[in-house]
T-cell receptor, first 112, second 115 residues
Framework: DAKTTQPNSMESNEEEPVHLPCNHSTISGTDYIHWYRQLPSQGPEYVIHGLTSNVNNRMASLAIAEDRKSSTLILHRATLRDAAVYYCILRANQGGSEKLVFGKGTKLTVNP | DTAVSQTPKYLVTQMGNDKSIKCEQNLGHDTMYWYKQDSKKFLKIMFSYNNKELIINETVPNRFSPKSPDKAHLNLHINSLELGDSAVYFC??????????????FGQGTRLTVV
């Protein structure tokens, strides 16, 4: 399984932007970059995913480096509800039941 | 409407007992998964089913037996429970083919405590 590297923890202040980095230097051409988050005592929740171009949705933005070896999840205005563990995952596009392989993720703390 | 629902949410039981956790999804997905999150918070896949057929079995002890009566349900039966089985179990679903361009939806988890 292709690996990702994320900082163990990050801290942010409420209403400020947050940039969560992820390195994936061994990414293959067919791997999509996915982000999930897990709020305390809840199941993982899909945030966003992309292949090559930057992506935006109602929750976040995903900035993907031109060589695809790194990406950044951007929360434009952090709220207390965004405090969670954020997982960066590579998911192959091979047409099967590809599993999501979770790493340790980044624990985001949002200060009021 | 809950997309992926698991029951029960909490389960406390004694060693040696047999228990089941149920999972249902109303998303029309063909692929369902079971994940285990241990006390160190690592999430690890256990099984994957596609349209009632076992696709992935990640070297899970055979005391764990998934059952898929139809593609909307994937239940997890555990025989002879051990202390080490204590964890949070998450069910998930995804459309098929569950390739890179699809997201997975997770249930809220079942916290199993074996005493």
């Amino acid at each position: 399984d292709a690996k990702t590297t994320q900082p163990n923890s990050m801290e942010s202040n409420e209403e400020e932007p947050v940039h969560l980095p992820c390195n994936h230097s061994t990414i293959s051409g067919t791997d999509y970059i996915h982000w999930y988050r897990q709020l305390p005592s809840q199941g993982p929740e899909y945030v966003i995913h992309g292949l090559t171009s930057n992506v935006n949705n109602r929750m976040a933005s995903l900035a993907i480096a031109e060589d695809r070896k790194s990406s950044t999840l951007i929360l434009h205005r952090a709220t207390l509800r965004d405090a969670a563990v954020y997982y960066c995952i590579l998911r192959a596009n091979q047409g099967g039941s590809e599993k999501l392989v979770f790493g340790k993720g980044t624990k985001l703390t949002v200060n009021p | 409407d809950t997309a992926v629902s698991q029951t029960p949410k909490y389960l406390v039981t004694q060693m040696g007992n047999d228990k089941s956790i149920k999972c249902e999804q109303n998303l029309g997905h063909d692929t369902m998964y079971w994940y285990k999150q241990d006390s160190k918070k690592f999430l690890k896949i256990m099984f994957s089913y596609n349209n009632k057929e076992l696709i992935i079995n990640e070297t899970v002890p055979n005391r764990f037996s998934p059952k898929s009566p139809d593609k909307a349900h994937l239940n997890l039966h555990i025989n002879s429970l051990e202390l080490g089985d204590s964890a949070v179990y998450f069910c998930a679903s995804s459309s098929y083919p569950a390739g890179g361009n699809t997201e997975a939806f997770f249930g809220q988890g079942t916290r199993l405590t074996v005493v």
